[in-house]
């Protein structure tokens, strides 16, 4: 007999300990580094997936606003320039907001491929799509999307392919890693298919920063829900109360960094703790005042970024801002 095959229960637990392993060696080794960090994939759990709904909806984060204005403006010459039966594929596609403003304005789209770390809310996301757009082929995948290599796309016949990174996700990766990242997914779309991608803009420090340290403490919350996360997946005991967040403008990197500063001098296990209080090679010791850091989130300039896009090997179709310059979004297309 041929067809899928599902792991046993014992095969699952299996893959579930070898990834709990694989997180703990990783978190182990980015803590140990020089500065000690985490990976910000680690933010989006389902309440760090709430907490970033939250965050998008602040007066002090602009990006969301500033962004939802340019599409709105924008949708429809992305639509005619990508033609007919589109198919769509979105990175980090959360809850979609923004993808109905595109996808609304495509002109009967084949297929649509939301790719998410969170997987409740893709699987939530995908079955609103399927329900408003019977007509319209859903392939969710749940994975980060920095190491996707492949997408699974249907046999059906169809036109352009669009990809879709809103959000400025991508001043989340350094800016080597955007290009390697911008690349990659140039070389799986294939030459004449089309990127449309946001990108937050250089500004006054002020706002940058504000937007990063709200007044009611979401970002912190959000910050601080990494620990917590960690916690649960491999039974580590940060105590969150023992950190704070502090996010602060870094101009001569471009960058918004995102920090967890420990409060007294403290020692977290990822893992069992040793016996008779011997020191153990999970056993990460924190300073006073030592710092974590949590997350990039680079600014460019709109020029560094059409630069950018065209040593990975697009052209700019068209760019746009919005009205008070703060956001970009970027219609590319591959060489
Ligand atoms: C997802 N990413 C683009 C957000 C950003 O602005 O870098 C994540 C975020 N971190 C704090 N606030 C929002």
Redesign the pocket.
């Known amino acids: 007999m041929t067809g899928p095959v599902s792991p046993s229960r014992e095969a699952r637990v299996r893959i579930m300990v070898r990834e709990e392993e694989e997180i703990r060696e990783e978190v182990r080794t980015t803590l140990s580094g020089s500065p000690r960090s985490l990976p910000?994939r680690f933010?989006y759990d389902a309440e760090g997936a709430r907490l970033?709904e939250e965050?998008t909806r602040l007066e002090e984060?602009y990006?969301t606003r500033a962004e939802t204005e340019i599409l709105g403006g924008c949708a429809a010459e992305v639509a005619r320039v990508v033609g007919p039966r589109a198919r769509m594929v979105e990175f980090?596609s959360g809850s979609g907001e923004k993808t109905w403003l595109v996808l609304d304005e495509l002109e009967s789209p084949s297929a649509y491929v939301p790719v998410d770390i969170a997987r409740e809310q893709l699987v939530e996301f995908a079955a609103r799509v399927r329900r408003r757009l019977p007509g319209l082929e859903v392939l969710p995948v749940v994975t980060d999307y920095t190491r996707l290599s492949e997408l699974p796309w249907p046999e059906t016949e169809a036109g352009a392919t669009l990809a879709f990174f809103p959000?400025?996700?991508v001043?989340?990766l350094d800016p080597e890693d955007a290009r390697t990242f911008l690349a990659r997914v140039a070389r799986s779309l294939g030459s004449g298919e089309f990127f449309l991608i946001g990108v937050?803009l250089v500004k006054d420090p002020d706002r940058l920063e504000r937007?990063?340290n709200d007044a009611r403490g979401v970002?912190a919350a959000?910050?601080l829900n990494i620990l917590r996360h960690l916690n649960t997946r491999l039974g580590s005991d940060f105590d969150p109360d023992g950190f704070r967040h502090r996010?602060i403008w870094n101009a001569e990197h471009s960058r918004?960094e995102?920090h967890l500063v420990s409060q007294r001098d403290q020692v977290v296990s990822l893992g069992p703790r040793a016996a008779h209080g011997r020191p153990s090679a999970l056993e990460i010791v924190f300073g006073e005042g030592e710092v974590i850091v949590t997350?990039y989130?680079y600014k460019y300039g709109l020029d560094d970024f059409r630069t950018v896009a065209r040593e990975a090997g697009y052209g700019t179709v068209s760019a746009w801002t919005d009205a008070r310059g703060d956001f970009s979004v970027h219609l590319l297309e591959v060489r």
């Open positions: 910000c933010f970033f965050i984060y990006p980090g959000g400025s996700t001043g989340n937050d937007a990063y970002t959000f910050n996010a918004i995102m997350e989130s």
